[in-house]
């Protein structure tokens, strides 16, 4: 079965409103969050000051017979020329050869950069492929990575809502780390504090995780993590800029005892294939909308998987893409959940995506059975992007 076409469209998917009032605004609306940019104080107080904010559309694979599948692409204005000129030479291809069409996606950036926005694209394009092969066997895509490795998935929360997500069932919470290097020992204090209150409020038999979001430097997070040791966090996370390999050294030697994850900016396997051989992390974390796709995330957690690692997908639980790849690999124990919906709103009112996306209840999910990746959307939700 050959692709016929590869488009990138729009899709009007029918919004629902909530029927239940909120107690309050969710935490992330106002609360400031460490992250690259803290050392500029025009744009410190909170990331929406200077996080781009680009459209998001889809990628629509055609096969000969009519099927089709989709793969979200953002930051979508950006990658139009990408997506067409990998489309001029995937169109005409076998469908089914969705490794021969990611060998050929990573080779045909190389003039440009197979990294960053181009990756962003062939993720798009191979979640497409995925979607598309699914429902062309009539079958989940987990059925396609040999079924599913788990009865169902344990789902951590992320957020500052912690006694929100506590209520709702949640046993593991991930918060956002409000300060950094340019906050000073006293940015330290805070942290500190902001910690503790979240481990009195979950407790003892609860996990606890903190997200660093690429905002610290060697010193800070040593700093940061030996402080912190009391509270026992399962993991820190993005502690560093992405790029800075020989950081991600330099905090493994210091901070023997602390478990690390990274991953979520990190771009085709070989970061983390470095990462493994070095190892520099304990728990990869790949974001399969950005990474290269299902194709390379599949690549990290074999690999992983070898080497005794752990793979936990950036907000896995957030498209159908991650919940099936989870679900199968035996890699992946977790999944993560940012729960951005204001307290007091049932998860089933507000969070779901698209139709047919699983919610967690109870801090569990189980994905959806539907042909591809079960994505609910309708062909006539369908139009041009341009």
């Given at each position: 079965?050959?692709?016929?076409?590869?488009?990138?469209?729009?899709?009007?998917?029918?919004?629902?409103?909530?029927?239940?009032?909120?107690?309050?605004?969710?935490?992330?609306?106002?609360?400031?969050?460490?992250?690259?940019?803290?050392?500029?104080?025009?744009?410190?107080?909170?990331?929406?000051?200077?996080?781009?904010?680009?459209?998001?559309?889809?990628?629509?694979?055609?096969?000969?017979?009519?099927?089709?599948?989709?793969?979200?692409?953002?930051?979508?204005?950006?990658?139009?020329?990408?997506?067409?000129?990998?489309?001029?030479?995937?169109?005409?291809?076998?469908?089914?050869?969705?490794?021969?069409?990611?060998?050929?996606?990573?080779?045909?950036?190389?003039?440009?950069?197979?990294?960053?926005?181009?990756?962003?694209?062939?993720?798009?394009?191979?979640?497409?492929?995925?979607?598309?092969?699914?429902?062309?066997?009539?079958?989940?895509?987990?059925?396609?990575?040999?079924?599913?490795?788990?009865?169902?998935?344990?789902?951590?929360?992320?957020?500052?809502?912690?006694?929100?997500?506590?209520?709702?069932?949640?046993?593991?919470?991930?918060?956002?780390?409000?300060?950094?290097?340019?906050?000073?020992?006293?940015?330290?204090?805070?942290?500190?504090?902001?910690?503790?209150?979240?481990?009195?409020?979950?407790?003892?038999?609860?996990?606890?995780?903190?997200?660093?979001?690429?905002?610290?430097?060697?010193?800070?997070?040593?700093?940061?993590?030996?402080?912190?040791?009391?509270?026992?966090?399962?993991?820190?996370?993005?502690?560093?800029a992405p790029e800075d390999f020989d950081s991600h050294a330099a905090v493994r030697e210091r901070l023997p005892w602390q478990t690390l994850a990274t991953g979520e900016h990190w771009y085709t396997h070989y970061p983390f294939q470095w990462a493994?051989?070095?190892?520099?992390?304990?728990?990869?974390?790949?974001?399969?909308?950005?990474?290269?796709?299902?194709?390379?995330?599949?690549?990290?957690?074999?690999?992983?998987?070898?080497?005794?690692?752990?793979?936990?997908?950036?907000?896995?639980?957030?498209?159908?893409?991650?919940q099936h790849f989870s679900y199968a690999m035996p890699a992946t124990p977790w999944i993560e959940c940012f729960v951005g919906t204001a307290p007091g709103v049932p998860l089933e009112e507000a969070w779901r995506q698209v139709p047919g996306q699983a919610v967690p209840k109870d801090g569990w999910l189980v994905p959806n059975d539907a042909p591809g990746f079960g994505l609910g959307i309708l062909e006539n939700w369908l139009?041009?992007?341009?």
């Amino acid at each position: 079965m050959k692709i016929a076409d590869i488009s990138i469209v729009r899709a009007d998917i029918p919004r629902q409103t909530p029927a239940t009032p909120a107690r309050r605004a969710p935490w992330h609306t106002e609360a400031e969050v460490a992250n690259p940019m803290s050392r500029y104080p025009k744009v410190k107080r909170h990331r929406s000051l200077w996080v781009p904010q680009w459209e998001q559309a889809w990628c629509k694979v055609t096969a000969e017979n009519g099927a089709w599948g989709l793969g979200l692409l953002w930051p979508a204005r950006p990658l139009v020329p990408v997506v067409e000129h990998l489309a001029a030479h995937l169109t005409g291809e076998d469908c089914l050869a969705i490794e021969k069409l990611a060998d050929m996606m990573f080779r045909l950036t190389k003039p440009y950069g197979s990294t960053g926005l181009a990756s962003y694209a062939i993720s798009a394009l191979d979640l497409a492929l995925w979607d598309l092969t699914g429902k062309l066997f009539d079958k989940p895509v987990y059925s396609l990575l040999g079924g599913p490795q788990k009865e169902r998935l344990f789902c951590y929360a992320t957020g500052n809502d912690v006694d929100w997500y506590l209520e709702l069932g949640f046993k593991a919470f991930k918060l956002a780390c409000p300060y950094g290097p340019a906050d000073g020992l006293d940015g330290i204090h805070r942290n500190e504090a902001f910690v503790a209150q979240a481990r009195e409020t979950i407790g003892d038999d609860c996990e606890l995780m903190l997200d660093c979001w690429m905002a610290f430097d060697v010193e800070y997070t040593v700093r940061l993590a030996e402080t912190l040791r009391p509270y026992r966090l399962k993991w820190i996370e993005e502690y560093l800029a992405p790029e800075d390999f020989d950081s991600h050294a330099a905090v493994r030697e210091r901070l023997p005892w602390q478990t690390l994850a990274t991953g979520e900016h990190w771009y085709t396997h070989y970061p983390f294939q470095w990462a493994i051989k070095h190892k520099v992390v304990d728990i990869l974390q790949p974001d399969i909308n950005w990474c290269g796709g299902l194709t390379t995330c599949r690549k990290v957690a074999n690999t992983a998987d070898a080497a005794g690692l752990s793979v936990i997908l950036h907000a896995g639980a957030h498209t159908p893409y991650g919940q099936h790849f989870s679900y199968a690999m035996p890699a992946t124990p977790w999944i993560e959940c940012f729960v951005g919906t204001a307290p007091g709103v049932p998860l089933e009112e507000a969070w779901r995506q698209v139709p047919g996306q699983a919610v967690p209840k109870d801090g569990w999910l189980v994905p959806n059975d539907a042909p591809g990746f079960g994505l609910g959307i309708l062909e006539n939700w369908l139009e041009p992007f341009q």
